[in-house]
């Protein structure tokens, strides 16, 4: 992950887009919370710009 | 170097390699080119250029067979290749016997070669050096050089100004880059994707690039079959791959029809991995590629908790 993250920098993009989290399947709260904030963080980023230029 | 090309006859006239993967010069045009060396006369066209445009340690890794043993005189960079080939266990590194040759620092056109910090090929079995003196580095090359009664000396490492200098250019070579926004970086990097004619030379010219089934053909359905430029994960998913690995010996950038810079994008990539695991590609057999094997110590080093 970390040397993904390096990448994303590298090239440009925000290494933000990119999350691991363990989450066992008892956890269903911290679950839906990293989902939460994975999707605001994504939201607040816009669309992958790799999307758009084809 | 008169020597080098002595050494390789010996080794051909005693047998102890079936032959010798080098660069020779080809006789009517002058360029160089791989060559399978098995007679003096084509010993004597090695061409001994600190720079040519194609891997010998990729052959080499198709050359070896159970039996045969064969001799490579490369430059720094293709040793360090070989050894990342032998790593993955795409090479018996008992069955090559490695010359390697000293590389100019000056005089060189090629971005690759001006960022590049390894001139003295140290892991080479023998080692020949820019004034014309050799060095037996292992046992191997010990063995080798008493066949030619030839004065070995001590084992040399680049020196620390050189590496210095090469810091500096690298330092030039992507300060730009560094300083801008990342929405900028992304653009320079994408207007350069977009020239990509999906020729896949990079990918076969990469020494490290090997597997036999690869995720970037057409039918792995990543990089869509047909179209141009191809989707841009073409050149991400490359450079995940052999980013942790590449020995900057730009051989993919030279292939490229397009001029993309391409080395300029994964040797940056791959000097902050080495910073980050503490791993320099091609010096040691031992040292494992970080992506391929993380150990559980790394991971803690990371942060990452595994119960």
Same mark, same amino acid.
Not at chain 2, 127 to 140: L, R, W
Not at chain 2, 224 to 244: A, Q, S
């Given at each position: 992950?970390?040397?993904?993250?390096?990448?994303?920098?590298?090239?440009?993009?925000?290494?933000?887009?990119?999350?691991?989290?363990?989450?066992?399947?008892?956890?269903?709260?911290?679950?839906?919370?990293?989902?939460?904030?994975?999707?605001?963080?994504?939201?607040?980023?816009?669309?992958?710009?790799?999307?758009?230029?084809? | 170097?008169?020597?080098? /090309?002595?050494?390789?006859?010996?080794?051909?006239?005693?047998?102890?390699?079936?032959?010798?993967?080098?660069?020779?010069?080809?006789?009517?045009?002058?360029?160089?080119?791989?060559?399978?060396?098995?007679?003096?006369?084509?010993?004597? /066209?090695?061409?001994?250029?600190?720079?040519?445009?194609?891997?010998?340690?990729?052959?080499?890794?198709?050359?070896?067979?159970?039996? $045969?043993?064969?001799?490579?005189?490369?430059?720094?960079?293709?040793?360090?290749?070989?050894?990342?080939?032998?790593?993955?266990?795409?090479?018996?590194? %008992?069955?090559?016997?490695?010359?390697?040759?000293?590389?100019?620092?000056?005089?060189?056109?090629?971005?690759?070669?001006?960022?590049?910090?390894?001139?003295?090929?140290?892991?080479?079995?023998?080692?020949?050096?820019?004034?014309?003196?050799?060095?037996?580095?292992?046992?191997?090359?010990?063995?080798?050089?008493?066949?030619?009664?030839?004065?070995?000396?001590?084992?040399?490492? $680049?020196?620390?100004?050189?590496?210095?200098?090469?810091?500096? /250019?690298?330092?030039? %070579?992507?300060?730009?880059?560094?300083? +801008?926004?990342?929405?900028? /970086?992304?653009?320079?990097?994408?207007?350069?994707? %977009?020239?990509?004619?999906?020729?896949?030379?990079?990918?076969?010219?990469?020494?490290?690039?090997?597997?036999?089934?690869?995720?970037?053909?057409?039918?792995?359905?990543?990089?869509?079959?047909?179209?141009?430029?191809?989707?841009?994960?073409?050149?991400?998913?490359?450079?995940?791959?052999?980013?942790?690995?590449?020995?900057?010996?730009?051989?993919?950038?030279?292939?490229?029809?397009?001029?993309?810079?391409?080395?300029?994008?994964?040797?940056? +990539?791959?000097?902050?991995?080495?910073?980050?695991?503490?791993?320099?590609?091609?010096? %040691? +057999?031992?040292?494992?590629?970080?992506?391929?094997?993380?150990?559980?110590?790394?991971?803690?080093?990371?942060?990452?908790?595994?119960?």
């Amino acid at each position: 992950m970390a040397a993904l993250g390096k990448l994303l920098k590298i090239v440009g993009l925000e290494p933000d887009r990119v999350r691991l989290e363990w989450v066992s399947a008892s956890e269903g709260v911290k679950f839906a919370e990293v989902v939460k904030e994975f999707t605001e963080t994504i939201k607040s980023l816009g669309p992958n710009p790799l999307k758009k230029v084809a | 170097m008169e020597e080098l /090309r002595h050494l390789v006859k010996e080794m051909l006239k005693k047998g102890i390699v079936q032959g010798v993967l080098a660069p020779v010069r080809e006789s009517g045009n002058g360029n160089v080119s791989p060559c399978f060396v098995t007679t003096e006369r084509d010993a004597d /066209r090695i061409a001994l250029d600190s720079y040519y445009p194609f891997s010998l340690a990729k052959l080499v890794s198709k050359q070896v067979g159970k039996d $045969t043993k064969v001799g490579m005189v490369g430059t720094t960079c293709d040793v360090q290749a070989l050894i990342e080939l032998a790593k993955r266990e795409q090479v018996v590194l %008992d069955k090559v016997l490695v010359i390697g040759v000293e590389c100019e620092e000056e005089g060189f056109p090629y971005p690759w070669c001006r960022r590049c910090e390894h001139l003295v090929p140290s892991m080479a079995d023998v080692a020949f050096y820019q004034d014309g003196t050799v060095s037996a580095n292992t046992e191997k090359g010990k063995e080798l050089l008493s066949l030619m009664n030839a004065s070995a000396r001590e084992k040399r490492e $680049t020196p620390p100004e050189a590496k210095e200098r090469a810091l500096q /250019r690298q330092e030039e %070579d992507w300060a730009k880059l560094a300083r +801008l926004e990342p929405k900028e /970086r992304l653009d320079y990097w994408l207007s350069y994707f %977009d020239r990509c004619i999906k020729c896949y030379g990079c990918r076969n010219s990469c020494p490290i690039c090997f597997c036999k089934d690869c995720y970037l053909e057409p039918h792995k359905l990543i990089v869509k079959p047909g179209g141009n430029p191809p989707d841009k994960m073409f050149h991400l998913v490359r450079l995940m791959h052999v980013g942790d690995s590449c020995v900057n010996c730009g051989r993919c950038e030279a292939s490229c029809p397009m001029s993309i810079p391409i080395s300029r994008l994964y040797h940056a +990539l791959n000097k902050e991995l080495s910073a980050l695991f503490g791993y320099e590609p091609g010096l %040691d +057999l031992s040292s494992l590629p970080p992506l391929g094997m993380i150990t559980e110590e790394d991971m803690k080093n990371l942060g990452v908790e595994l119960d």
